[in-house]
């Protein structure tokens, strides 16, 4: 071929190649983990913000129903005016409802709902790690592990709940069945480590009431808004509990309210604050923001939530690296004694953003964790 032709024929093929749109491959995938995305897309596309979980817990008795388990749901709150009812669902292989290990997650989400998204190797989406992420790969190590004959009925039972985001009331109904087991495997983003503990959480309302006025003339009236802002002062200079294990407790203000135009002495004011409590008891911590609070001397009225302290969580399994969590999860609120394991896909510091996500590797790792550890417990 001569020079001429030889050049005509790769500025051809240039422009062919320019021509042809670069699109994106997504990764081949396994059988496996194709089901797995799957069952999680689903998930994350169904809205469940805590209070709105009927749909995602109808899905999940479908699915789970589909895969021969028996399947219960538990009432939690019943149907209202312009609210479906609220349930937990409990599953279990074959007709054994008492079993020897519980493997649990949450299905509720905070707001606002953002809708499911691929991008690569990453799938983002609200839930998308908290805590559905977890609901998924909980059910495929179960299922993989039935398949396998790695199971016997009586084995183990997937439960998960609603409302964990807010008051914990799908656990805490789920006391009432009385059933119990040798060790709980509860689901949490925990950046595919075992979690050795989390800190405690207790919740502070501060209510002032003063007196309403013109504010050209102050000392006609009593700002309540003044007097939260003194009581809050005083709280984020109180000396909270601390801990080599958990480090500082937190205090978080939340939310104030208080007034209803710049030049109206504000009459009525609150203000909402949690505590994250990294040593010591609830009671403990308080007394130490009753008497800040008290020491402003200013007449407030103080309601004072009673929380938990620090959780310890066992952590004896190997293979795995462990972790210290600040965010509070369901297992101070489920009654019993029993070992349990808190892990999962994806990290904390992404959920409850704007930009929720994970990587599909982190799922994948996720279902040989969840085996690993309903394996150890088996034993």
């Known amino acids: 071929m001569k020079l001429a032709q030889l050049s005509l024929v790769l500025l051809l093929a240039n422009w062919v190649s320019a021509s042809i749109p670069n699109i994106p491959q997504q990764p081949l995938l396994s059988a496996s983990t194709t089901s797995l995305l799957a069952l999680h897309k689903d998930l994350v596309e169904i809205e469940s913000i805590t209070g709105n979980e009927a749909d995602v817990a109808a899905y999940l008795v479908t699915y789970l129903q589909k895969q021969?388990?028996?399947?219960?749901?538990?009432?939690?709150?019943?149907?209202?005016?312009?609210?479906?009812?609220?349930h937990n669902v409990l599953a279990y292989a074959g007709k054994q409802r008492k079993t020897r290990v519980l493997i649990s997650s949450h299905i509720d989400t905070v707001p606002p709902y953002w809708p499911y998204e691929r991008k690569g190797d990453e799938i983002w989406g609200r839930g998308s790690v908290d805590a559905k992420g977890s609901v998924a790969t909980q059910i495929i190590a179960v299922e993989q592990l039935l398949e396998a004959g790695k199971l016997e009925e009586g084995d183990i039972a997937l439960l998960f709940v609603v409302g964990e985001e807010v008051d914990g009331v799908g656990m805490k109904k789920f006391n009432e069945l009385g059933l119990s087991w040798e060790t709980v495997i509860f689901g949490e983003p925990t950046e595919l480590k075992l979690a050795s503990g989390h800190k405690g959480i207790m919740g502070v309302e501060i209510h002032a009431k003063g007196k309403a006025g013109h504010s050209?003339?102050?000392?006609l009236g009593k700002s309540a808004n003044a007097m939260i802002i003194r009581a809050l002062a005083a709280l984020l200079d109180a000396k909270l509990p601390y801990s080599e294990k958990y480090g500082n407790s937190t205090l978080n203000i939340g939310t104030i309210q208080g007034g209803v135009a710049a030049n109206v002495i504000p009459e009525d004011a609150i203000s909402k604050i949690a505590i994250r409590i990294a040593d010591g008891t609830p009671e403990e911590v308080k007394k130490i923001c009753s008497d800040a609070i008290k020491s402003t001397g200013e007449e407030l009225d103080i309601n004072i939530a009673y929380g938990y302290g620090p959780i310890y969580i066992d952590s004896d399994v190997e293979g795995f690296d462990t972790i210290v969590c600040n965010y509070g999860t369901d297992i101070p609120n489920l009654e019993g004694h029993h070992k349990r394991y808190l892990y999962g896909a994806g990290s904390i510091l992404m959920a409850h953003s704007d930009h929720e996500h994970l990587k599909i590797s982190d799922l994948e790792t996720a279902v040989e964790g969840y085996k690993k550890l309903i394996s150890h417990a088996l034993k």
Request: aromatic residues 8%; positive net charge.
């Open 68 to 86: 021969n388990f028996t399947v219960e749901t538990q009432e939690v709150v019943p149907e209202s005016k312009g609210q479906k009812a609220r």
């Open 216 to 219: 050209g003339y102050p000392k």
